[in-house]
């Protein structure tokens, strides 16, 4: 035992000690997910859902996973075979790679010395932050290369579609962090996530509400679930990126999207609601580094992350797909002009030395929140876009005359 | 002739400032989804738990009635087999053993899985012998075990008739002339 904190007690192997257990947790929470994916359509149907195998449906994830492994892997015959191979592991390890910074549980005392020993995260670049950006970036590619890989058209128009919509969303998501890192100065994970601690300091999500909330929308549009979930749009897209994929392949992709889920999830959370803190717990705070309080941290961390994914699920099972041209005005008329302006006011916010008054930027966020609804409220065109409201095509013009 | 007075244009109602701004809808929406997940399910547990059948005169598998004497109430006339649309009906007659009839099946067969389920076999029979019951769940490990014939469609008879009881139970043999009363048929048996 002592043998095994000493060991511990060295960052890089306490590191790869996390990452595995991370990576089984990760995988299961994975399995689960799917299981509880469609406990919860059942239950918001009025229906119960998977019930049959083991105890509540509970092994249903077992065997999901047994189908996927035991059916037959087909390579069509006119696919980009390197591609089509790549693609599915491509989705699925950019959904993983992120999970290498996510801070789980802070600052780890192991002996019990008074001396920090290690940090509770696997790895911590100083720019952790920027390195998520990047990952989430990758993991269009997974969608791109498998839609194109699949060399079918409505596959390839998933791709496209999927790739025009991360464009598009990654803007104002790039400016709302932006924005966490203009008030911080940091763009360490936990350092983000230690900044909304202590004495005088509060959570992201009180200072920018609406920030928060766009982080929010963008992150389904990023995951690519619905509302905003184009790329598999299964009543236009046959199954969109993932038509020609089977077993596997088609297993990996599923859990790329629930593994980029739940990056997505610890993301916002480190970002706007303190990661693994809760104000008034002794035990949660940045100066408690027992190994007690580690577990504890990480199982705060990973109740916010599964409340995250309920209200995925929620939402999901709630909201209809958005039209691809609303999708888009949505973005580059509604969200970045507000992300803008955000911006704008956090500058000067900054320059006055005032990022961190609740009054200030609540204030400011108010503003906002007013403009927008003047804005929205008397304009002619709503935010969701009516087909009723495009205009008139010359030969319509007989049947719509009033 | 549509004149251009007749056509009515119907326009999309004008949204509210609130339907505009899309968010209180989507509250909205979440908020009923939510209630559904608390609700009474609706789901009925098949195997364990059966629904009621909604109608008495469901169509599902066949049955050969027994008389009162427990033979096979069929008299071979080979009427359903010829009014069977789907030509799942395989009979093979024979002279009957018995007095109050000319013919009996020897063999009946009917292919459960080519069966469409329309009932003319028991519309056309003249001695109610082919008849619907409501089972619905019918079910086998090949197509040969599918092949409804004589003893089986009469085991359901069996299992069947208390729930439902024969139709006409009085009619036993076959006349010839189409005309199945109770009066006409023991004239003939007692004429042969």
Redesign the interface.
């Known amino acids: 035992m002592d043998w095994l904190i000493e060991q511990l007690k060295d960052q890089l192997v306490f590191s790869v000690v996390l990452s595995l257990v991370v990576f089984a947790a990760i995988m299961t929470a994975v399995a689960y997910c799917i299981y509880f994916e469609r406990k919860?359509s059942a239950?918001?149907?009025?229906?119960?859902g998977p019930n049959r195998v083991g105890p509540l449906g509970l092994l249903q994830p077992m065997a999901d996973g047994a189908k996927f492994l035991l059916k037959e892997d087909i390579i069509p015959a006119f696919v980009d075979k390197p591609l089509f191979v790549l693609a599915p592991a491509f989705a699925l390890i950019m959904g993983l790679a992120g999970f290498a910074i996510l801070p789980w549980g802070g600052m780890v005392d192991l002996d019990g010395d008074g001396v920090v020993d290690v940090m509770c995260q696997v790895a911590d670049p100083g720019v952790g932050l920027l390195y998520l950006l990047a990952v989430g970036g990758m993991a269009v590619y997974g969608v791109v290369v498998g839609g194109w890989a699949n060399n079918n058209k409505f596959a390839f128009l998933a791709a496209m579609r999927a790739t025009a919509q991360m464009l598009s969303y990654e803007i104002p998501m790039a400016l709302v962090i932006l924005l966490v890192v203009m008030t911080t100065g940091q763009l360490g994970l936990d350092d983000i996530a230690r900044s909304q601690m202590g004495e005088g300091n509060l959570w992201h999500v009180c200072h920018h509400p609406v920030a928060f909330f766009i982080m929010l929308v963008t992150l389904f549009a990023e995951t690519n679930r619905t509302p905003f979930d184009m790329a598999e749009a299964e009543q236009e897209l046959i199954g969109g990126y993932h038509t020609e994929y089977s077993a596997l392949k088609f297993g990996l992709f599923f859990l790329g999207e629930y593994a980029h889920m739940i990056i997505g999830s610890g993301f916002v959370i480190v970002l706007f609601l303190g990661g693994w803190h809760l104000p008034w717990v002794s035990f949660l705070q940045p100066e408690a580094t027992s190994v007690w309080a580690m577990l504890a941290k990480m199982s705060v961390f990973a109740t916010k992350i599964a409340a995250f994914l309920f209200l995925f699920m929620?939402?999901r099972?709630?909201?209809p797909r958005f039209r691809f041209d609303q999708l888009m005005r949505l973005s580059w008329k509604g969200l970045l002009p507000v992300c803008l302006m955000l911006f704008a006011y956090v500058t000067v916010l900054l320059y006055l030395g005032r990022q961190t008054d609740l009054m200030w930027t609540l204030g400011g966020n108010g503003v906002l929140i007013l403009l927008v609804?003047i804005v929205?409220?008397t304009?002619g065109v709503?935010?969701?876009g009516?087909q009723?409201n495009l205009s008139t095509l010359p030969w319509e013009g007989a049947?719509?005359a009033? | 002739m549509i004149e251009e007075k007749d056509i009515i244009n119907v326009d999309e109602p004008e949204l509210t400032a609130g339907e505009r701004l899309y968010l209180p809808q989507i509250a909205g929406g979440m908020r009923t989804t939510l209630r559904h997940m608390f609700k009474k399910k609706i789901t009925v547990q098949y195997p364990e738990q059966k629904r009621e059948l909604r109608t008495e005169n469901y169509r599902g598998v066949h049955r050969l009635n027994r008389d009162e004497q427990g033979r096979v109430a069929c008299v071979a006339c080979f009427m359903c087999q010829t009014a069977c649309p789907a030509h799942c009906i395989h009979i093979v007659g024979a002279e009957s053993p018995w007095e109050d009839r000319e013919k009996y099946p020897v063999q009946f067969d009917i292919d459960e899985l080519r069966c469409i389920y329309c009932g003319m076999c028991e519309e056309a029979c003249p001695v109610d012998a082919i008849e619907l019951t409501p089972e619905y769940d019918l079910v086998g490990r090949t197509r040969e075990e599918m092949i409804f014939d004589k003893e089986k469609l009469l085991m359901v008879f069996d299992r069947t008739k208390e729930t439902k009881p024969r139709k006409n139970p009085k009619i036993t043999g076959y006349s010839g002339t189409g005309c199945a009363d109770e009066h006409t048929v023991t004239e003939r048996g007692e004429a042969h």
């Open positions: 919860i239950w918001m149907q009025d229906r119960v929620w939402v099972w709630t909201l609804l929205a409220g304009m709503p935010v969701s009516r009723g049947v719509r009033r």
